[in-house]
């Protein structure tokens, strides 16, 4: 079983940076996309960014611009660089790892942007 392992989130104010990592117990490249979502209470959860194998990246398009998703296959570790962070940025952050035959996902950080 893969675990997805969260961190970095926190309360920073508005406009400021935060940096999320995701450790993967397997080799990152067994997964053909990786990514992370957001769920603040009363909505759905969404994409947010999104990096293939091949490390083509999609975004969100509110977030396009601040936000940075990269990967170390080295240290299994997905990141995610968030700047210039706005109060609608609030939500659980979520890491998502898909394989051919299984969706992963791990326990969420917070992150709360708030003066």
């Known amino acids: 079983q893969v675990q997805l392992v969260e961190s970095g989130g926190g309360l920073v104010q508005p406009g400021g940076s935060l940096r999320l990592s995701c450790a993967a117990s397997a080799a990152i490249f067994r997964f053909n996309r990786m990514g992370w979502y957001r769920q603040s209470p009363g909505k759905e959860r969404e994409s947010v960014a999104r990096?293939?194998?091949?490390?083509?990246?999609d975004y969100l398009d509110s977030v396009k611009g601040r936000f940075t998703i990269s990967r170390d296959i080295a240290k299994n570790t997905v990141y995610l660089q968030m700047n210039s962070l706005k109060s609608e940025d609030t939500a659980t952050y979520y890491c998502?790892?898909?394989?051919?035959?299984?969706?992963?996902w791990g326990q969420g950080t917070p992150v709360t942007v708030s003066s």
């Open positions: 998502h790892a898909q394989s051919i035959t299984a969706d992963y």
């Open positions: 990096i293939t194998l091949g490390d083509n990246t």
